[in-house]
């Protein structure tokens, strides 16, 4: 009988550096960066913070994109796999690393004024190994194409007269939405 595995990582953080870009000897892109999580919890009565680091590596269009859209301090969230390393120095040392191979990156900033993206109604730009575009720049695009087609339209759209207890609230705007 198969057994099933599963070697998945997600993680929202914040950029340590700037990502550093690199073409293997084939012409491959390859990016790497490090995120910065947090954690906040009680030892002794006394509140701390603790920060781990994770060296994120990705590669091809996702690395081209992760390039140009990510900077220090950026809060980022990333979804891929772990992968182990090791290599021999020329000392004769052994070096291991963990890295996570990202598979997906949403990037969680503003990239206009580096604001979180909850406190804007920037659409964040959504970068997936799989795409050739993203899809977060579709969308707004789409929303705009409906606005000019709303304000095009000259007659005036009949309102429905509302009850005292509407069953469900109308959207009117596209850009209302929470998301």
């Known amino acids: 009988m198969a057994s099933r595995s ?20 084939s012409g491959a892109a390859v990016v790497t960066f490090t995120i910065a999580t947090n954690r906040t919890f009680v030892s002794d009565g006394e509140k701390r913070e603790e ?24 809060r ?3 979804s891929g796999r772990l992968q182990n390393r090791s290599w021999d120095t020329p000392e004769g040392q052994t070096r291991y690393i963990t890295e996570i191979v990202i ?3 949403i990037l969680l900033t503003s990239r206009n004024n580096g604001e979180s993206v909850e406190s ?16 977060g720049e579709k969308l707004k695009s789409e929303n705009s194409k409906v606005k000019t087609e709303e304000k095009e339209s000259s007659e005036p759209e ?15 705007n596209l850009d209302d939405l929470p998301f």
């Not at 599963?6 to 000897?25: F, Q, S």
């Not at 009949?158 to 009117?172: Q, V």
């Open 6 to 25: 599963w070697n998945r990582v997600e993680l929202i953080g914040n950029l340590t550096r700037d990502p550093e870009m690199r073409y293997t000897p």
């Open 51 to 74: 920060a781990d680091f994770h060296r994120c590596v990705a590669w091809n269009k996702l690395a081209e994109l992760c390039n140009q859209l990510l900077k220090k301090g950026n």
């Open 76 to 78: 980022v969230f990333v």
């Open 103 to 105: 598979e997906d990156m």
């Open 120 to 135: 804007t109604q920037d659409e964040p730009p959504v970068a997936s190994r799989n795409a050739d575009e993203m899809p």
């Open 158 to 172: 009949a309102k429905p007269e509302k009850s005292a207890k509407p069953e469900k609230e109308e959207i009117e």
